[in-house]
């Protein structure tokens, strides 16, 4: 590509650096000759999918040639009764992430910006800075968002906040009154964005009530996930949940056939396995309690975090024990593009996972 075509990117695509994902399976396997490899670098569920969604994909082989529906109706509609509201006010997505960047492509464009705290998902800068905008990051407070402080960001080009609750790569969440605080404290033409990947992990009575915020506050969307709890990243779906105008607003600058029907049949057959949430959460909880002992143990510093996943610290320059992991067939993550170069991030998977991992990290401190 020519140079100068190069200068004509939007402002901001050449300052962004691309997203980097967990490193997958085959590549270790390949780089490093191993064949048992654990990977904990992408929040993924170490359970895998539910059982009632492996037996259905066996049946999903004979329509492969036909468009999915463009609106995924049977979808749409388990999404709405699980959230109490009609499915006007439900869009599914390839990934919650396609909903993060329809919310950003339908109100930010280069004389807008975005609002979020510092050490957040990353995608929010990623698909800000593609517009040719920017996004301002608050500080953290003890690593959580400080809601409290988001208003004075604002100003009259603001257009959108993300708020990850619970966040990634930090864990912690905020609670229902602090939302509500906020959403009171900023201009109802600011669309308020609250991404709740994580949000079947998280146990903790002051926890966002989703359906309340909803009924009380137009410029909200609330966007859930399927590649955490429910075990099916690989599919890409996801949905976000607002009023019926916003919904409609990005159902008009969607692809037409953006979810395709594997994922839109098996996303509702997860839907309907709540058992299969249920011991993941308890599985992850067990783990998680694990991870938090042993770290204590072995006086690591780490961060609270009511998700799927814990970031901790270490002494040794993380790239170095991040690699020695990875020649121990264990992929965990190095989160220093979230402005975190001394920490590490690890997902918790099965007993036997966990308990691997905490075995290497003692022979690598
Ligand atoms: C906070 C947060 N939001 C959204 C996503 C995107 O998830 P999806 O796979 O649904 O696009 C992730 C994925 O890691 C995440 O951590």
Redesign the pocket.
Known sequence: MSEKLLKNLNNGINDLNPYKPGKPISEVMKEYGLTDIIKLA??ENPLGASKKVLSALKGLDNEIHLYPDGSSVKLKTKISEIEGVSSEHVIVGN???EI?ELCAKAFINSDKNAIASRHS?A?YKLITQSLGSYLKEVPTIDWSHDLQNFPKYVDKDTSIIFI?NP??PTGTYNNHDQVVNLLNNVSEDILVVL?C??YEYVDKEDYVRTNELLNEFNNLII?K???KAHGL?SL?V?YGVASKGIIAALNKIRQPFNVNSIAQELAYFSLCDKEHISESVRVNSLGMEFLEDEFSKLNIEYIDSVGNFISFKTKRATHEIYEDFLKNGIIIRPIESYDMPNFLRVTIGTATENSAFIETLEQLL
Do not use: H, K, Q
Request: proline letters at 0%.
């Open positions: 992408s929040n990934g919650s992430n993060l998902f995608v990850a966040n990634n991404d990947a994580y966007t996930s399927f590649s990243a890409r996801g």
